[in-house]
């Protein structure tokens, strides 16, 4: 059968549009254009506002900050969280119960936590009991989420502060034991609650009620923690008040859009505290993630990451990051449970606080919560906390050489105290510490540094009282300079050395981004049917093509 040259031209450019379409179908799952929920009202707005801001983290002045702002609600309690297997929390909303009964709580408890089936089940038969109202966010088979992996709870309308961790022994922890690293912010502002309290209703609305019956009863909470000498540094909230911009993120219709505007704003330093890197070869939200994070450490950004040892694929994302020259390092386990933070820090003045665990199922398919701080009062206490975590970890990774400087940016008129931190290697007998120092373009200059010594938080509870960090100070340098320094430490006759690292000098920084799609790796999120948005982008070609067909048939009509 033979083919008329009009009919073949029509059959490529199906052919075409069709392969087009085919090879597309990843993509569009990649950008993440059909995500398991959407909440239509949820999306991207960043409200300016002037507000009062508690920073508190665990294990310090958690339980202490929490219990504050629980025991002053006056009116309502709203909590949308993971789990609860904290018997200390449950014990203080009897106590607000028995003080205040009339103050009118709601809890949105997640349905399939792993871990807390439980231990949720035992909560929310004892608040049904009290007569609060309890529901499970809509997840697992069925549901609308995966996992409801929230944690936020929203106090008289007013306040909402928002967790990385659950309500657990191991995230609000008594005095003297030990716990997780967590961050928490408290954010006192009518705008902001009332866009959490939007999400609220929503999921509210959308929920299963408890049903002792089918759900069962649990079994009673446990009260027994570990204990720690973790001197706890941080146990004094921070409190902050003025403009700020506050921009609210939830998975998964703008986490993963957060998550790109911070890494993409950073143009001094970023750093970043998260359990794991889950999902990392997979075309997904996380490799969208590590490659924001290669191209900020490509643009001349200093990238630092605390991680988790043993963790999902934790030794596939060191060779990487290493391999970039990007230090990093594993919480210290021996004061900390484990890090169950996911922040970031972006050039001092941004940071993110949320519940956002780096996998493409928390991203694209959980409730997460989550919140963007544009203040730079806000940003430098959690960054003392992250510096602090920095200096007290383990990092085999890098030789067992780890390396910062104090300020984090320096201006024109800073003295720059930058340290080696010797604690991994200081039972193998430290011999000599230098540290490298390379101006912008000058030489390299080496200085003996071993006997500027001081003691680490470590050192400072033993008897020994061993010194094991060691410092070096850099006089001022000119606003665009540029200093790289790399540590090392001699054990024997085995020098382990450091990743180089680059100090930036700078006196004022530009704005940051304007949109949060200006980079080409950030994802959008609008909910546009996935075909609808193959047309469109491929419009110019489709036009071509029809193009092609019209001028085929004008010349087959002529040639006939």
Known sequence: MRICRTSRSLLAVGLLFSFSITMLVPAASVYNLEPKYVTADIEWNTISTNMNVTTFVSPDGSRDALWHFLESAEESIYVEIYGINNPYILDLIHEIQDSKPGIDMKFLLGRSSLGYYEPNDYVA?????????????????????????????????ETTIVHSGNWAKTSFPEEGKK??????????????????????DNDWSRGTDYDPDEDGTGEPLSYSQVGTTYPRPFAAPGRFSGPMNVT????????????????????????????????????????????????????????????EEGSYAWEEISELFVEHGIPIVWQMTRWFTANHNKAIIVDGRIVLISSINYSDNSIENNREAGVIIENEDVAQWYSEVFDYDW????????????????????????????????????????????????????????????????????????????????????????????????????????????????????????SVITSPTTSPTTTPTDTIDPLMQLLIDYAVYIAIAIVAVIIGAVFYKKKK
């Open 179 to 200: 716990a997780n690293r967590e961050w928490s912010i408290a954010m006192t502002d009518d705008q902001v609650t009332n866009y959490y309290r939007m999400v609220f």
């Open 391 to 510: 200096g007290i970890a383990d990092f085999d990774e890098i030789e067992y050489v780890n390396t910062y400087w104090d300020p984090n940016i320096p201006t024109s008129s800073s003295n720059i105290n930058v340290t080696v931190y010797g604690h991994e290697l200081y039972d193998d007998g430290i011999d000599e510490v230098e540290l490298a120092v390379k101006i912008g373009d000058d030489a390299w200059d080496n200085y003996t540094i071993t006997d500027n010594a001081y003691d680490s938080p470590e050192s400072e509870l033993t008897e020994d009282d061993d010194p094991e960090n060691y410092f070096h100070v850099i006089s001022p340098q000119a606003d665009g300079t540029n200093i790289t320094v790399v540590g090392k430490i001699r054990v024997g006759t085995n020098w382990h050395v450091g990743i180089p690292m680059v100090i930036r000098v700078r006196d004022s920084i530009g």
């Open 125 to 157: 038969n004892n608040l049904t009991l009290l007569g609060y109202p309890v529901r499970w966010t809509s997840s697992g088979a069925g549901g609308d989420f995966t996992f409801a992996h929230q944690k936020y709870v929203i106090i008289d309308n």
């Open 248 to 307: 609210p993120i939830f998975s998964p219709e703008t986490s993963l859009q957060g998550i790109l505007y911070c890494i993409n704003s950073a143009q001094a330093t970023l750093d970043i505290q998260i359990p794991y890197f889950a999902n990392i070869d997979e075309e997904g939200s996380v490799e969208q993630i590590v490659d924001a994070i290669l191209a900020a450490k490509n643009r001349g950004v200093t990238v630092r990451v605390i991680s």
